[in-house]
């Protein structure tokens, strides 16, 4: 099945700085998402994007599907961007099943 | 606001017990997953439904574990008997055909 691979597995930063986080996977893709778990534990959506570039606010995301990787960036980090950030994908003939990537662990200090 | 629901949030329960959790997909949403999360496999999926047929269960051990979607605003997943090691958040999500919504997740502990 498709690898979903995520760097770096964690990252530690002061409250404002900048961060990207990737996502390499091994195969084409149908559906691409990024996720975040919050301390609580929920799944919150952040960005479906199989292809092309997305922005939410301070998030945004870029998705090479012809090189197969996402990068997520965060700007101007707040104490509440901690937790983890996943990366899930659909492969090709994977019908709807996400593979989710092991994620990569933030941790935002004041 | 739409959103996926999921009971119980909570369940600590004996080995050999039954144990069932439920989902209610977002409405209009054909396809409804159960994802099962643990520190050493991560996220996995054990089952899915399109259309309240299922489709793939290949991920659940097929001895203890069962899904069914007995109409379209309801999913379950049982366990029985149960065993430590089914241990684990349990997520239920849906869709339609491309983004995926996840509930809150059920956090069982069996002792």
């Known amino acids: 099945g498709i690898q979903v691979e995520q760097s770096p597995p964690d990252l530690i930063l002061q409250e404002g700085a900048n961060s990207t986080l990737r996502c390499n996977f091994s195969?084409?893709?149908?559906?691409l998402q990024w996720f975040h778990q919050n301390p609580w534990g929920q799944l919150i959506n952040l960005f479906y994007i199989p292809s092309g570039t997305k922005q939410n606010g301070r998030l945004s995301a870029t998705t090479v599907a012809t090189e197969r990787y996402s990068l997520l960036y965060i700007s101007s980090s707040q104490t509440t961007d901690s937790g983890v950030y996943f990366c899930a994908v659909v492969g090709g003939t994977s019908y709807g099943k996400l593979t989710f990537g092991q994620g990569t662990i933030l941790t935002v200090h004041p | 606001d739409a959103r996926v629901t999921q009971t119980p949030r909570h369940k600590v329960t004996e080995m050999g017990q039954e144990v069932t959790m439920r989902c209610q997909p977002i409405?209009?949403?054909?396809?409804v997953f159960w994802y099962r999360q643990t520190m050493m496999q991560g996220l996995e999926l054990l089952a899915y439904?399109?259309?309240?047929?299922?489709?793939?269960d290949s991920g659940m051990p097929k001895d203890r574990f069962s899904a069914e979607m007995p109409d379209a605003t309801l999913a379950t997943l049982k366990i029985q008997p149960s065993e430590p090691r089914d241990s684990a958040v349990y997520f239920c999500?849906?869709?339609?055909?491309?983004?995926?919504?996840f509930g809150p997740g059920t956090r069982l502990t069996v002792t």
């Open positions: 999500a849906s869709g339609n055909r491309a983004e995926q919504y």
């Open positions: 195969d084409s893709v149908n559906n």
């Open positions: 439904f399109r259309n309240r047929a299922p489709l793939d």
């Open positions: 409405l209009g949403h054909n396809t």
